[in-house]
């Protein structure tokens, strides 16, 4: 359990628009980059095999979105209750474009 799984560094080459479009279904993925857009994603975290968010929902409610690799697929889970029901909802794309867009800010050019 101590050796360093490759699968777990690429979590971060995991994350663009296509692989978030894949994931959740052209629907999904315009209601999360609308939410993005409106800035719903409150708190971005990027943990070394993890990256979490909270996303403000359409209710007034804050759900908490992960995004990780599940061995070098795109896997995702939230608190709403389409997450809940393991189904990709956009708070988990919301949260993956910000952090796209926070990588397009800081480090222009690194990941593309
Ligand atoms: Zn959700």
Redesign the pocket.
Known sequence: MEKPEPNHASLHNLINKQSLLLLAGITIYQRGAHYQQLGAVLDLCNHQHNLTAT?A?SDYKE?Q?QLWNAEGKLASA??????QKSV?????VAAGLAWLHQQDKSQPGRWG
């Open positions: 996303v929902g759900y979105v939230c608190s709403c209750p389409m997450g990709p909802c956009k708070h988990v």
